[in-house]
Nanobody, 115 residues
Framework: QVQLVESGGGLVQPGESLRLSCTMS????????MGWYRQAPGKQRELVAR???????YYPDSMKGRFTVIRDNAKNTIYLQMNSLKPEDTAVYYC?????????WGQGTQVTVSS
């Protein structure tokens, strides 16, 4: 059973930065693409960033500029670097991975941006 374990969430003030981590229980090369999603209270889950086995990462237009997805192949880990955080970034952030055996999700990590 593939497991994705997220960490790094917490409470930050507006304008601050945060880095989330997602470590996978098997080789990162097992997956065709991986990504970060978020879900705010009362809203649908939305894509924040996606990274592929090859090629450049993809960011929806609304996420470009403040979010960066990074992969560390040696650690089977992807990161989400979030800068200049705003209160509207408050959400549960989920890691996802898509492989030939299925789609997988982490348990989610809460990010709260508040003064």
């Amino acid at each position: 059973q593939v497991q994705l374990v997220e960490s790094g969430g917490g409470l930050v003030q507006p304008g601050e930065s945060l880095r989330l981590s997602c470590t996978m229980s098997e080789s990162i090369f097992s997956f065709t693409n991986m990504g970060w999603y978020r879900q705010a209270p009362g809203k649908q889950r939305e894509l924040v960033a996606r990274i592929f086995k090859i090629g450049s990462p993809y960011y929806p237009d609304s996420m470009k500029g403040r979010f960066t997805v990074i992969r560390d192949n040696a650690k089977n880990t992807i990161y989400l670097q979030m800068n200049s955080l705003k209160p509207e970034d408050t959400a549960v952030y989920y890691c996802s991975a898509v492989g030939t055996s299925g789609n997988y999700w982490g348990q989610g990590t809460q990010v709260t941006v508040s003064s």
